[in-house]
């Protein structure tokens, strides 16, 4: 009996130097992969900006077309996000406390983005809106352009990003139920003020989260806005195409200088998106306990 105790024992031991020596393996691969996948890449972009020292950094960033790109990109981000908050938050209210015929379809929809290459999106903007397009016969007649202009660019950017607002609160509204909005109907509350006083203090966690990430998605695209915008420098370039077109030039140091701005404006949206997850956590943390 002694002995069939210690084997077991022993095997017990034994099971956990193998797997305490399978987490640290695991632990080491994950940090070897964030140093070559991310870490030096950074360190890459950061170490080429630098090379002729801060003045030409500064410079390649003060250029006209570069301040130009930065506009644009910040304005069609401050245009698509409200747009997609605005969308992301009604489709989720309506697949997570409605039943409709039509339910899955809408569903499907909000998916489509992720399953359409960016590339095909811009391309189809351009035979809808363009010169010889559905509407452009049309839109010439009444001097409106949407290719090759701000308006394009926007379609582009409202489209790839659809459904992050979406897909992060439609679980999260589904998970909570709709108890709360009908006691506050019982209560006499109408529809804005369900929305206000209940529904949005409940959801507020995982909006602001969809909106980093609906945020973040937009300032970094590159396919569709890249066949919507036409390339026409200090106009239609946002910053992502404006670095292409340097690097193109074998103006390699303007090209990282500017890279390194993107790179400053992901790592903002990436703390944003830290605060908020960690705040969703905790409020979904909250919830189970209760």
């Known amino acids: ?8 024992a022993a095997s017990a031991n034994a099971a956990r130097r193998g797997s305490h020596a399978g987490r640290i393996a695991l632990i080491l ?13 950074l360190l890459v972009v950061l170490s080429e900006a630098l090379k002729l020292g801060l003045g030409t950094f500064f410079t ?3 250029e006209p077309d570069a301040l130009s790109a930065l506009k644009l990109t910040l304005l069609a981000v401050g245009i698509a996000v409200p747009l997609n908050l605005v969308f992301g938050v009604a489709a989720a209210w309506c697949v997570s406390k409605y039943e409709f015929r039509g339910k899955s379809i809408l569903v499907t929809l909000i998916d489509l983005p992720f399953s359409v290459s960016p590339v095909i999106a811009g391309l189809i903007y351009v035979l809808l809106f363009g010169a010889q397009g559905f509407f452009g016969e049309w839109l010439q007649e009444r001097d409106i352009q949407i290719i090759f202009a701000l308006p394009g660019i926007v379609l582009a950017t409202v489209f790839v990003t659809v459904p992050f607002v979406a897909r992060e609160l439609i679980p999260l509204m589904q998970e909570q139920g709709t108890q709360e909005e009908e006691a506050a109907r019982l209560l006499g509350a109408n529809g804005w003020q369900m929305f206000w006083h209940v529904t949005l203090p409940n959801i ?3 909006l602001i989260y969809g909106v980093v990430l609906c945020a973040a998605r937009a ?3 590159f396919g569709a806005v890249s066949v ?6 200090g106009y239609t370039n946002t910053l992502p195409l404006h670095v292409e077109i340097l690097y193109n030039e074998y103006n390699h140091v303007a090209a990282f200088s500017v890279a390194s701005l993107l790179l400053a404006l992901a790592l903002i949206i990436l703390l944003l998106k ?3 997850e960690a705040r ?11």
Do not use: C, Y
């Open 274 to 276: 830290q605060w908020s």
């Open 219 to 221: 300032m970094g695209e």
């Open 60 to 62: 390649a960033l003060i």
């Open 280 to 290: 969703l956590s905790r409020l979904k943390s909250n919830a189970d306990e209760e």
């Open 204 to 206: 507020k966690w995982g």
């Open 228 to 233: 919507v915008s036409g390339h026409i420098r």
């Open 29 to 41: 691969g994950a940090w070897l992969a964030f140093v070559v996948f991310l870490l030096l890449p």
């Open 1 to 8: 009996m002694t002995s069939i105790t210690l084997g077991a």
